[in-house]
């Protein structure tokens, strides 16, 4: 893949920027939308968060003060790239072509160990209790089987929907068009690992980010993506004590599910073998060099 490069020989980074800044236009008003919705759903509780700090706010999180925190973005995304989508000229780029349904199979196999994998070694560096996974974990170890359900549409369905069609659907498709596959993978990671606003949690959604980015190029499609991701979620909240206690046994954990994950690669590779996916088209430019 040759990268677009400057008059002097350097990547494209201008239309790198340019192509992320919807990013920054989503990120703040689906934090501020979180926000006011999870402040509203306090109030009628008969709470008054303007006079509580931040981890008294966390501390008095419930399923759906859980729930709204994650709409507000998810509200964000859908607004930005929902122009695009009712074009069929456009919508068929960002979405790409219709998968093959044991790509989509092994896509959600291949999602939930990497995310079971980095679940184990966030416990195995006691780091389980930080930031927004603090959070999550916090709230989802007090609730039972059916209040687990109830958070499934929000927390997986339109979760993975939302995020998959926003970084590796709109966001992808701006950045495939002047950078290289590497840039547009990476960078579409990173974004995503912003969004989860810690470093913990952040960091741990730039390697599934990676994951799906590389799913997204492979497939030339981002349904795999948003079928991994939403069953990923879905799994997690629902075997969220299972992971507590696969947590427990770092090193059986860390092992089992990194050769679950590099089986399912492996298969993929060979259900997937070019190179590129038809979903890619990078902008011609005749000063490209080599990668």
Not at 23 to 50: C, D, I, K, N, T
């Amino acid at each position: 893949m040759n990268e677009p490069r400057s008059a002097a020989g350097a990547p494209n980074w201008k239309h790198t920027l340019v192509a992320v800044l919807p990013v920054f236009v989503a990120l703040p008003a689906g934090y501020v939308l979180s926000a006011l919705l999870v402040h509203g759903a306090l109030v009628l509780r008969g709470l008054e968060p303007w006079k509580m700090d931040a981890s008294s706010i966390l501390s008095a999180f419930g399923p759906l003060e859980l729930s709204l925190g994650g709409v507000g973005n998810q509200l964000a995304f859908l607004a930005l790239i929902l122009p695009a989508l009712l074009r069929a000229d456009r919508r068929r780029p960002i979405l790409g072509s219709r998968p093959a349904a044991s790509i989509c199979v092994l896509s959600a196999a291949g999602m939930y160990s990497l995310s079971v994998f980095l679940s184990v070694a966030v416990s195995s560096l006691g780091l389980e209790g930080h930031g927004t996974l603090g959070q999550i974990n916090d709230v989802l170890a007090g609730m039972g089987l059916s209040e687990r359900l109830a958070l499934l549409p929000v927390l997986a369905i339109s979760a993975g929907l939302a995020e998959e069609l926003f970084f590796r659907g709109f966001l992808f498709r701006r950045l495939a068009v002047g950078s290289s596959a590497r840039v547009t993978v990476v960078v579409s990671a990173i974004a995503f690992g912003l969004a989860h606003l810690d470093l913990v949690h952040s960091t741990a959604a730039f390697v599934m980010g990676l994951f799906l980015g590389w799913l997204r190029l492979r497939a030339g499609s981002v349904w795999p993506g948003v079928v991994a991701h939403i069953f990923s979620n879905g799994s997690v909240v629902l075997t969220h004590a299972w992971l507590d206690d696969l947590g427990d046994v770092p090193a059986f954990g860390l092992l089992a599910t990194a050769l679950v994950f590099g089986l399912v690669l492996w298969a993929l590779q060979r259900r997937m073998p070019a190179a590129l996916s038809a979903g890619y088209t990078p902008r011609p430019t005749s000063s490209a060099g080599p990668d």
